[in-house]
């Protein structure tokens, strides 16, 4: 069943101030679309049920890159292409513009947006780990005003969150302190390119005197949504890396995730994959130097 476009309502506001109207005087009756490159997938198949749909594409109040000496500002609407091509995320940010490489195709990451990959809510979303490990925060607007929550509270379950129904998703604030910070990111899919991943993890950690004094586990694939390690970093944090560590924050992990089985994967394979990506980047702590 393939999807007919006269089912659908299309709008485009053309400014933030009169989209935000729009979704005050008829809060719930509009979806918000930006790069479009997910809705169309389901319209193509057939499987697109919003049937008024609201263009945020083009409003240049919701697509910048922001930057100050403490933070990086992103607005909503920026492409995974804009993030690639900022010498600033490359510099201070550099899993999120690694991340940004892997989303679809050239073509998909001009339009695709960073806003619309996060209120998607896909677990295996490709930017959600490096956002995660970098204490992202997510600025939300309404005619009310705005608010910002930390990316680790936003998603609330499988495809949930805590976007109200008259709320956009305005920008994404990351602090700039992980230049000292051991840094890693490794996606696990059928693919190097244009796939889904069965796994991701992304990792940053602060060692100072041989021990690890901050840790930030982040994983795409392991639950209904992307989500912090908190155990697996409450294993490992405070002390020297060590086996015996390295495998208490195998268990920590393993005890944790609870991905599904899938036509990509198992659940098990993907537990035993996350695990050794985990040990992979623990290894990689007793080594000087960046990674």
């Known amino acids: 069943m393939r999807g007919n476009a006269e089912a659908h309502e299309l709008i485009a506001p ?9 979704l005050a005087d008829e809060p ?5 679309i930006a790069g479009g490159t997910e809705l169309m997938v389901a319209h193509a198949a057939g499987g697109l049920n919003a049937k008024r749909l609201m263009s945020l594409w083009g409003i240049p109040a919701l697509r910048f890159i922001e930057t100050t000496p403490g933070n990086i500002v992103i607005g909503a609407c920026t492409t995974f292409r804009d993030l690639r091509d900022n010498g600033a995320v490359a510099d201070d940010l550099h899993l999120l513009a690694k991340a940004a490489s892997w989303i679809g195709s050239i073509a998909n990451q001009s339009r695709a947006t960073v806003g619309g990959n996060l209120v998607n809510g896909s677990p ?13 925060e997510i600025e939300l607007a309404s005619v009310r005003g705005k608010r910002r929550v930390p990316y680790t509270e936003f998603h609330t379950g ?3 969150t805590v976007l109200e129904k008259d709320e ?3 920008a994404i604030h990351l602090p700039r302190r992980f230049a000292r910070h051991r840094q890693y990111l490794r996606k696990v899919g059928t693919r190097r390119a244009m796939a889904i991943s ?15 004094r901050e840790i930030r586990l982040a994983a795409a694939s392991l639950a209904a949504f992307p989500a912090r390690l908190y155990r697996a970093e409450d294993a490992v944090c405070g002390g020297a ?23 990509r994967s198992t659940a098990d394979y993907r537990k035993c994959v996350a695990a050794n990506l985990l040990e992979e980047f623990l290894v990689s ?7």
């Open 241 to 263: 890396v060590s086996p015996e560590v390295i495998q208490a924050a195998r268990r920590a992990l393993l005890a944790e995730v609870v991905p599904i089985d899938d036509i």
């Open 28 to 32: 719930g009756e509009w979806t918000p």
């Open 198 to 212: 069965k796994v991701a993890l992304a990792a940053n950690a602060l060692i100072e005197d041989g021990s690890v």
């Open 285 to 291: 702590l007793k080594t000087e130097g960046p990674q």
């Open 14 to 22: 053309g400014s933030l101030d009169a989209a935000l109207d729009l």
């Open 168 to 170: 956009l998703v305005y």
């Open 124 to 136: 295996a979303a490709d930017s959600s780990p490096a956002l995660l490990v970098y204490d992202a």
């Open 158 to 160: 499988y495809k949930r």
